[in-house]
């Protein structure tokens, strides 16, 4: 279970700044090529396959996280390639066990904590799962050790698992192909300095992705909440026309910001194809939002792992 944290009035409407929308044209940004991930290593998706075949099989995945260093106030979105194994029950949620490689030192969770050489904890957790793939995080934060072991770094990341399309098998299809899914990640909420206005918000929603398989790109559109346990405020990113490479893509989402406000987009995704003919996609977002409204600047950093099934049902409502 993951911690939320209720935001006073005042963060609330700053996270509403960060994060609202705004007619501001951006300029063309080219995909961080970070974030195209690459193949995991284990066999390509097959019908007979379910998502429990990657436990206890190592195996690579792209980690988004960001990090912030307390002792120089500096936050960073950090993009890498990592190893990992899931243990028996973790893609059922049955167990929290599992190792993941993180700048070079092997982290073992068992029952979703691991300690770092240096003493700092880390907690694992699954985030969302499908048939075929699903996405991973792991947190650490000073507030939640006292006294605080290790230097005082704050953190959160993600990475997709599961098995991956076979490339070959996507170039069989054609036209536009629609996905819907979710997001789900934590970040911070700093001033213009840099200093921290809130320590750990919440950012999730719903994502949707149309792949032209014809020209081989994918748009999309994340429709998000901020900080849902504390006021909920929305707000709406697009990419366009993100070169799908093999069976991943990497792309380059701006927000749609608010009339008056001036606004600087970092912000980064990267999503692979999982399951047989790619009727998955799951991946990151490293989130690096700046906004300006007169002499208040704000910015959010944070990451987010997302899950999504191509043309999926439409939701019946319930008569009870």
């Not at 396959?49 to 960073?76: H, K, P, W, Y």
């Not at 990640?185 to 001033?191: E, I």
């Not at 991946?283 to 690096?288: L, N």
Request: aromatic share 10%; charged share 20%; with cysteine.
């Amino acid at each position: 279970m993951r911690f939320a944290l209720k935001s006073a009035l005042k963060i609330s409407l700053l996270g509403a700044i960060v994060l609202a929308g705004c007619s501001a044209s951006y300029p063309s940004r080219t995909a961080n090529s970070a974030y195209q991930i690459s193949s995991n290593g284990l066999a390509f998706a097959s019908n007979e396959q379910s998502l429990s075949g990657i436990e206890d099989q190592e195996f690579t995945v792209t980690v988004a996280r960001f990090v912030r260093d307390r002792s120089t106030n500096e936050s960073t979105i950090v993009v890498t390639e990592e190893m990992v194994r899931l243990g028996e029950g973790f893609t059922s949620r049955e167990a929290t066990n599992m190792q993941l490689s993180l700048d070079g030192e092997v982290l073992t969770f068992v029952n979703g904590r691991a300690t770092m050489e240096d003493g700092r904890t880390v907690w694992g957790y699954l985030n969302y799962a499908l048939e075929h793939s699903a996405t991973g995080g792991f947190y650490s934060y000073e507030k939640y050790v006292s006294p605080f072991d290790g230097p005082p770094i704050d953190t959160e990341g993600y990475f997709a698992i599961g098995f991956q399309t076979d490339p070959e098998s996507l170039a069989g299809l054609a036209g536009e192909v629609n996905y819907r899914g979710q997001y789900h990640g934590f970040g911070q909420l700093l001033d213009g300095d840099g200093g921290l206005l809130n320590e750990e918000l919440m950012t999730n929603g719903l994502i949707s992705i149309t792949v032209d398989f014809d020209r081989s790109n994918a748009s999309g559109v994340l429709n998000g909440v901020f900080d849902p346990e504390g006021r909920a405020e929305t707000y709406n990113m697009f990419f366009v026309d993100a070169a799908v490479e093999g069976n991943s893509f990497a792309a380059s989402p701006d927000m749609d910001c608010q009339p008056g406000a001036s606004c600087t987009s970092a912000t980064s995704l990267g999503g692979s194809f999982f399951g047989p003919e790619g009727v998955e996609i799951s991946g990151v977002i490293g989130f690096d939002e700046t906004t300006e409204i007169g002499e208040d600047t704000t910015r959010f950093i944070g990451a987010a792992g997302f899950s999504s099934t191509r043309n999926p049902p439409e939701t019946v409502p319930s008569e009870d």
